[in-house]
């Protein structure tokens, strides 16, 4: 007989069943881990306390973090900065409908996308912007240089050096409310201030290269924005329908220099592969769009700027410019104009309305006034960071700035101005950037 067979089965029995406890534990702990991690708010909590440790020059506090990484979260607040220019964000949400989905980039669903109230000081930011400006604009120079015989107005577009890879086709991308209830944007350095108690943008949805673009809404005292359906308009002679047009108006409360309501409107539409658009602004006198092939115009009609704007700025402008890709519009026919400034006429006259040596980083707009033997030369440089864009003035044989804006604005010579005209100028030269000598900006 067998005797050592009862208690060698009851060993692989009390095996087995340790094993199994074993495993149901790992699988507790792994299922448990994996639930704390993806539905709980604990490592949102504790990405939280990293940003809030170390040095902190920020000051950073997070308060309030709830929700989870599988379907998404919410921020009582976050506040930053220090006691002379404190920035503060409240309510924040984020709520989407996977998160597995969104790492396969194939399914893209935000339910809500929210900020309730939010103070941004934004003093500073200018030069942060324009460092990292620099910095793309040296990246692009060191990938090689692009030579380019287009007229003004260009958008920057990178030549691919080699054959696009492969792509998946585009899945649905989908955003069903967008909503800030209350925002206060402030510069403490130029004293600027923009209050946008409510932006909200509802249904906006790509899927297969089909886009709805959605219904937006801005209210406010400074800004107001609504969306319409879009409508047929004729561009050059033929009808294009647009999807939603963009209603609105800049009131005076946004800056000190506005001074009446301009109101705008922007059709708007898409392909599935593009965006195009017509701007229409200062009661119909400036016109502009783009299409799919990105041809356009842009196009003014006795534009009186200085009625909107309380600065030394043209009156009376009248122009037609081809943007890039316009090359089906005769250029010639285009590249024309004329305004006033002060009490000088200028003239765009024929090659002077012109891309600068690198046409992808700036445009320039040149105008001419020739009076008796000097020469007056407007120019406005329009680079891509349109926080840089600036208006300069110069006069053939070289003046002084004081002298060149006291024979445009008043056609007499500074030292015979009044002590209240003289300051007014001196104020003026403000507005004007980049005083360089005349020999240095000819006209050709």
Known sequence: MNFDAPPRSRRVKVLLFVLGVLALLFLGVIFGRYYLVMHT????????AVFMSGDNPENIKIEGISGSIAKGFRIKSIRWGTAIGTSEVRDVRLAYNNFWDLVGGQRLVFQEIRIGRAHLDVTGSEQLLNEISDNSADDSSTNGARSTNSVVWTNS???????PSPRRPPGLFQIDRISVE??????????????VPTIEWKGFKALNGN???????IDSDRLKVTTLL???????GKKKSFQKKLQGTVLPRLHPAILQPIAFTVDVGHDGTSLFWRLKAFDGKLEAYRLEDQ????KCQDLDLAAYINAPVPQHLSLEAPLSGSATIPKDALRKGSFTLGRKAFAIEPLELEGSEDASKTNQLVAVCRSGDIVFTYRVIIPDQPWKVEQRLVATPAMTPEETLAQVFYEQRFAELTKEDQQSVKKMKASFGGWIPAEADKVR
């Open 295 to 298: 041809s356009g115009l842009v």
């Open 230 to 236: 879009g409508e047929e308009v004729d561009l050059q």
């Open 157 to 163: 577009i990178r030549v691919a050096r080699y054959p």
């Open 182 to 195: 209350d925002v206060f944007i402030t510069n403490r350095a130029n004293g600027f201030g923009l209050s």
């Open 41 to 48: 708010a604990v490592p949102l909590r504790l990405l939280g």
């Open 211 to 217: 886009v709805e673009l959605g219904h937006l809404k």
